[in-house]
């Protein structure tokens, strides 16, 4: 398991945080998520042997966010 904290831009309010770590929950390998609209962040915790970040960022970029490694 590692954590790493990403970046997220384009969001407005507590809602897209909202979805945005609920969208990050249900990947493959997460263990958890936390979105902060506040920090424009989120922490998260996975097995790097299941979790894809190139399939969670398009899915991210498709919402219409960016999310990039801190």
Do not use: H
Not at 14 to 41: H, R
């Amino acid at each position: 398991m590692q954590t790493k904290t990403y970046s997220i831009s384009g969001m407005d309010c507590g809602s897209c945080a909202a979805s945005i770590e609920m969208l990050l929950q249900n990947q493959p390998g997460v263990k958890s998520a936390k979105v902060s609209f506040e920090n424009k962040e989120a922490v998260v915790t996975f097995d790097d042997a299941a979790f894809r970040f190139p399939e969670v960022e398009k899915t991210i970029k498709q919402m219409g966010y960016a999310i990039a490694e801190k």
